[in-house]
């Protein structure tokens, strides 16, 4: 036997009882955003590779390290998509959409690629659902896009959560409060970690994220962005909370929540979950004024979030219950005293299975050779209300939740379960 092949590292395979799951959390989501005046939009899996390493931010981990980037054979940089904000900006720019009635409020549900250390909620590939709302500077829009995010995770079961809020206010700010942090983190260099020493000048505000405790006492007395906020981004902010107070939606401010995508101002947040280990994320956003110009489309304001689709289900109180399609009619054809199925029979099974499903029935057709017994088992295994045991010209139909059963010209077997259907 040659060695089995298995699927790469980081990767899963969605069986069939998850993917009813996925379907149930699909449904939720999409009632609650085309009820909020969301429409579904889909890009492509590869993306140029500028466009997230402009979009995204060339410092950030993911464009240094997470990305699979790949030449195609006519010698363009690809990459399998590591986000869905910047193509979403992309599809914006391409498509004109600024032309459309404003905000654009689009979501998505896709999946998305990082090279990332394996484990328990974090994947290679992985599933987000995201909403993304283009064309408003309104605070409502920022509150109404994190009410959207909690009503979803609430109504999906999610155990244990919390809201992280912040503000990043404009570009200018957070250029001058950089420096002021990197001259903070110097003066103070000999106690850091030396990933965090080494990244003062590409990144100081992962200082923040740090476990290591040198940094951490560091961190305590670093200067924060969210005192420093010009006038106009504060009173965003604050307009923004007020709204989620009106809402009652409980967060907390946390100053130093850092995000890992580089196109966000103002408005930044993140749902955590206690019913999460280390990856406790489940969801975040904030607003990126800036990107959809950053990419060569007309300045554009937008907000939104995602939200990681397996993080979600393993923090749901109870298995999301699965939208099976209902089956109401199984159907054989009557094996002779050989235990074999006459090629006439065997057509005329398959004949009622079709009609069935032209009908609009849910039916399914024995293909595996069962005994009469087996195939009871099996009818009730499927949840068939209906087994037809189709034999020369007629068929015996028995209705298994009555208990009763009749003999029918075969013609007839898809009008009589239509009818008893009916007359539940
Ligand atoms: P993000 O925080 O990088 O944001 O990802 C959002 C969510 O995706 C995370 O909270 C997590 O649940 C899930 N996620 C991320 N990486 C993984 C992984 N390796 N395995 C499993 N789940 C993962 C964004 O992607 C932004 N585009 C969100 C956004 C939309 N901001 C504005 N609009």
């Given at each position: 036997?040659?060695?089995?092949?298995?699927?790469?590292?980081?990767?899963?395979?969605?069986?069939?009882?998850?993917?009813?799951?996925?379907?149930?959390?699909?449904?939720?989501?999409?009632?609650?955003?085309?009820?909020?005046?969301?429409?579904?939009?889909?890009?492509?899996?590869?993306?140029?590779?500028?466009?997230?390493?402009?979009?995204?931010?060339?410092?950030?981990?993911?464009?240094?390290?997470?990305?699979?980037?790949?030449?195609?054979?006519?010698?363009?940089?690809?990459?399998?998509?590591?986000?869905?904000?910047?193509?979403?900006?992309?599809?914006?720019?391409?498509?004109?959409?600024?032309?459309?009635?404003?905000?654009?409020?689009?979501?998505?549900?896709?999946?998305?690629?990082?090279?990332?250390?394996?484990?328990?909620?974090?994947?290679?590939?992985?599933?987000?659902?995201?909403?993304?709302?283009?064309?408003?500077?309104?605070?409502?829009?920022?509150?109404?896009?994190?009410?959207?995010?909690?009503?979803?995770?609430?109504?999906?079961?999610?155990?244990?959560?919390?809201?992280?809020?912040?503000?990043?206010?404009?570009?200018?700010?957070?250029?001058?409060?950089?420096?002021?942090?990197?001259?903070?983190?110097?003066?103070?260099?000999?106690?850091?970690?030396?990933?965090?020493?080494?990244?003062?000048?590409?990144?100081?505000?992962?200082?923040?994220?740090?476990?290591?405790?040198?940094?951490?006492?560091?961190?305590?007395?670093?200067?924060?962005?969210?005192?420093?906020?010009?006038?106009?981004?504060?009173?965003?902010?604050?307009?923004?909370?007020?709204?989620?107070?009106?809402?009652?939606?409980?967060?907390?401010?946390?100053?130093?929540?850092?995000?890992?995508?580089?196109?966000?101002?103002?408005?930044?947040?993140?749902?955590?979950?206690?019913?999460?280990?280390?990856?406790?994320?489940?969801?975040?956003?904030?607003?990126?004024?800036?990107?959809?110009?950053?990419?060569?489309?007309p300045p554009t304001p937008g907000i939104g979030w995602a939200a990681g689709i397996e993080r979600i289900l393993?923090?749901?109180?109870?298995?999301?219950?699965?939208?099976?399609?209902?089956?109401?009619?199984?159907?054989?054809?009557?094996?002779?005293?050989?235990?074999?199925?006459?090629?006439?029979?065997?057509?005329?099974?398959?004949?009622?299975?079709?009609?069935?499903?032209?009908?609009?029935?849910?039916?399914?057709?024995?293909?595996?050779?069962?005994?009469?017994?087996?195939?009871?088992?099996?009818?009730?295994?499927?949840?068939?209300?209906?087994?037809?045991?189709?034999?020369?010209?007629?068929?015996?139909?028995?209705?298994?939740?009555?208990?009763?059963?009749?003999?029918?010209?075969?013609?007839?077997?898809?009008?009589a379960v239509i009818r008893g259907l009916r007359d539940l």
């Open positions: 036997m040659s060695a089995r092949i298995q699927a790469p590292r980081g990767t899963f395979d969605v069986l069939p009882e998850q993917a009813a799951a996925r379907m149930q959390l699909e449904h939720v989501a999409r009632e609650v955003l085309e009820g909020a005046g969301y429409q579904r939009i889909e890009t492509p899996a590869l993306e140029v590779t500028e466009l997230f390493a402009r979009g995204v931010g060339e410092s950030t981990d993911i464009v240094q390290k997470e990305m699979y980037t790949f030449e195609d054979a006519g010698g363009r940089s690809l990459t399998l998509r590591p986000e869905g904000t910047a193509p979403v900006c992309r599809a914006y720019a391409e498509h004109g959409m600024h032309k459309w009635p404003q905000p654009v409020k689009l979501w998505y549900l896709s999946s998305f690629f990082r090279y990332e250390r394996a484990q328990a909620g974090r994947y290679r590939q992985f599933w987000q659902v995201g909403a993304e709302a283009l064309g408003s500077q309104d605070p409502a829009a920022d509150a109404e896009s994190i009410v959207l995010l909690a009503t979803l995770l609430d109504r999906l079961g999610v155990r244990g959560l919390r809201l992280r809020l912040s503000s990043l206010g404009q570009l200018s700010t957070r250029l001058e409060y950089r420096e002021r942090l990197q001259q903070h983190l110097r003066e103070n260099a000999d106690r850091l970690a030396p990933e965090v020493r080494d990244r003062i000048d590409l990144n100081p505000l992962r200082a923040f994220d740090s476990e290591h405790a040198g940094t951490r006492e560091v961190m305590a007395t670093a200067p924060r962005l969210i005192d420093q906020l010009a006038p106009e981004d504060a009173a965003h902010f604050a307009d923004v909370r007020a709204l989620l107070d009106a809402a009652e939606v409980a967060y907390e401010i946390d100053p130093t929540l850092v995000r890992g995508l580089d196109y966000y101002s103002r408005t930044v947040f993140e749902f955590t979950s206690d019913a999460l280990g280390a990856q406790s994320g489940v969801g975040g956003g904030g607003r990126y004024d800036g990107l959809v110009e950053m990419l060569g489309g393993l923090a749901a109180e109870a298995p999301l219950a699965p939208a099976g399609a209902p089956v109401s009619l199984y159907v054989a054809a009557d094996v002779d005293g050989q235990g074999e199925e006459k090629p006439t029979r065997r057509s005329a099974a398959f004949r009622i299975v079709t009609d069935a499903r032209a009908a609009g029935l849910g039916a399914q057709l024995e293909l595996a050779g069962r005994s009469a017994k087996g195939r009871l088992k099996h009818a009730s295994r499927i949840g068939a209300r209906y087994v037809a045991v189709v034999g020369d010209g007629e068929t015996v139909l028995r209705d298994t939740e009555e208990g009763v059963e009749q003999t029918l010209d075969n013609n007839a077997v898809v009008h």
